[in-house]
């Protein structure tokens, strides 16, 4: 038997990382895993078309998509299982995502408490649902101390992206405290912050999003939201599995949690 996965970019940490994880749930489990990844030429129906082609069971979508994009994949999928990892709330079809309210509030309560006012926030891009979740989260969890971003940056996930934004800031449009919506983004943060000088976490406190393997052995080892990355394959591929099963599957939602290291102060 074989189970299918539609990947976003594999050169990107988190989804790397799931994948990882979703392919050993399945070999676990005494599945086979086909990946397809997602190419920027290409529409996520022609991925999701790689696997059917390959005769695939049942289906995870981890790729970033709006509701309407994901009724369309439901139904090219006919009526193979089909569990999506990375879709806008609202869309009426089988999902298994974190929910970045707690993280968010987590990681605003603690820059707050540390003293700080001047909160900027650097998102991910506009076009994925988990992004603007993220940024929502932030917002309402800034606007619960009656704050609202200081500057609200923005990158496409990859490191050079959030030291291309950086730089744009320095050296003196800087928050006390930034918010990145991904630990990638923030590796970028740092290399432009240390290449100006500036003192992590002393002049600038940052938190970070995923928790990736990595993410312990930055420089200072990064402060950050914690997706358990592992525990996404473990769930998703026995949501996927029970549905192939016919059971009833119940909604879930993993939780996010802030994990204290050493660039906040
Ligand atoms: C999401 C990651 O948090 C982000 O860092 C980036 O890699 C993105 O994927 C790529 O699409 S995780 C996803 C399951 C919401």
């Known amino acids: 038997r074989t189970l299918g996965l539609a990947t976003s970019d594999l050169a990107l940490m988190a989804p790397a990382q799931i994948a990882s994880a979703i392919q050993q749930?399945?070999?676990?489990?005494?599945?086979?895993?086909?990946?397809?990844?997602?190419?920027?030429?290409?529409?996520p129906q022609d991925t999701v078309n790689e696997l059917l082609a390959q005769r695939v069971d049942a289906l995870l979508i981890n790729l970033p998509l709006d509701a309407a994009q994901a009724a369309q994949i439901q139904q090219q999928c006919d009526n193979k299982p089909v569990l999506f990892l990375d879709v806008e709330r609202s869309a009426e079809v089988a999902q298994c995502q974190y929910q970045s309210e707690s993280g968010a509030q987590q990681a605003v309560d603690h820059l707050v408490a540390l003293g700080h006012r001047q909160i900027?926030?650097?998102?991910?891009?506009?076009?994925?649902?988990?992004a603007?979740?993220?940024?929502?989260?932030?917002?309402?969890?800034?606007a619960a101390h009656q704050l609202t971003p200081f500057c609200v940056l923005s990158g496409d996930w990859s490191a050079a992206s959030g030291y291309q934004?950086?730089?744009?800031?320095?050296?003196?449009?800087?928050?006390?405290?930034?918010?990145?919506?991904?630990?990638?983004?923030?590796?970028g943060a740092m290399r432009a912050l240390h290449q100006h000088g500036v003192r992590i976490p002393a002049e600038i406190s940052l938190i970070g999003y995923d928790d990736t393997a990595e993410s312990a052995w930055y420089q200072p080892p990064l402060t950050t939201v914690r997706q358990d990355l592992q525990q996404l394959g473990v769930v998703s591929v026995d949501r996927l599995l029970a549905q192939l099963e016919?059971?009833?599957?119940?909604?879930?939602?993993?939780?996010?949690?802030?994990?204290?290291?050493?660039?906040?102060a």
């Open 25 to 43: 749930r399945a070999a676990a489990q005494g599945y086979h895993l086909v990946i397809a990844m997602a190419n920027p030429d290409s529409a």
């Open 120 to 130: 900027g926030v650097l998102n991910g891009p506009a076009s994925s649902a988990s």
């Open 132 to 142: 603007r979740a993220r940024f929502a989260a932030w917002q309402q969890a800034l």
């Open 165 to 187: 934004a950086l730089l744009a800031q320095l050296p003196d449009r800087l928050p006390q405290a930034l918010l990145v919506a991904n630990d990638q983004m923030a590796l």
């Open 246 to 264: 016919g059971g009833d599957v119940t909604e879930k939602t993993l939780e996010t949690e802030l994990v204290l290291r050493e660039t906040t």
